[in-house]
Structure formats: C-alpha cells, structure tokens
C-alpha cells in the first residue's frame, strides 16, 4: 500500500505526483510494498518497507522525479538489506559462524531455518537476529543437532 500525508498544497501536489508515478509501476503497486509517502517544509521523506533493494532505488528514483527541487529522505527499508544484515551478523560472530541457517525475510520478519549445533548456539542466534534493527518479529524453524 502507498499512502500520502501533506502539510500544504504544493506539499500535497508533489506529494501526489510521486503517489501516481509510484502507482504506476507495477512493481511497487502490487509487491506488497507499504510505502508512506510525506511531504511538508520542503522535504519529501519515503518510509515504510519494499521486498528488495531494486524496489527501493525504484521508489527513490521516481520520487525523485516528482520533488521539483525538494529534499529527498528515502528511509525505506528493503528486505534484501535486511537479510543481508543477518547473514552479515552471523557470519562475523565466532560463535555462530559455523551454524547452518538459511533465512528469509519479508516485510521485516525474518524466517530462520536450518540448523544449529547445540542449545547455546541456538540461543545466540535467536539474540544476534533479534539485535538486527527493524526486524519486527522472528520465525523459529531452526533444528538444535545436539
């Protein structure tokens, strides 16, 4: 879903025209994007989240396209990010570097499957995803060998 909110008739009008240029790609329109498109004091700001770093830039750009001069704030957060995050935070983790998870995330919640050698590394796992920012909730489908 994209929504708008504005402060002002020129922030409404440019805030409607990144509404319409988003709306018209189908990518954003049907991805289950959840985009809030807000304008005021000369600042278009994006937030929200898009399933992938390609809808993220795509957003960006086509607001950019509509601010005539505005500042921009893009604060979308893609999924693919995030799911790098993870794998970037458990790989760097000695204590979990060794752990077979596989993840995928959507819309902010991250799916953990795999497996994990013992209770600890479990645990640890579960306390390393949760520190990730923006990561609204954790889905446990990971096997404990030990």
């Known amino acids: 879903m994209i929504t708008v909110s504005a402060k002002g008739e020129k922030a409404q ?23 809030a498109i807000e ?23 086509l ?9 921009l704030h893009n604060n979308l957060i893609s999924d693919d990010a995030l ?3 993870l794998a ?20 902010g919640v991250a799916y953990l499957k795999g497996t994990v050698r013992s209770k600890d590394q479990h645990t640890t796992v579960l306390e390393l995803v949760g520190e990730v920012p923006h990561i609204v909730r954790i889905e446990d489908q990971l096997t404990v060998l030990s």
């Open 13 to 35: 009008q440019l805030a409607n025209k990144a509404y319409d240029l988003m709306w018209e790609e189908q990518g954003l329109r049907t991805t289950t994007a959840d985009i």
């Open 83 to 85: 799911a790098l995050a």
């Open 88 to 107: 970037s935070k458990l790989a760097s983790e000695r204590r979990t570097m060794d752990a077979n998870v596989r993840f995928e995330v959507f819309m």
């Open 39 to 61: 304008a005021e004091d000369d600042t278009l700001t994006l937030n929200g989240r898009v399933r992938t770093n390609n809808l993220n830039e795509l957003a960006e750009r």
């Open 63 to 71: 607001a950019r396209a509509a601010i005539d001069g505005w500042q």
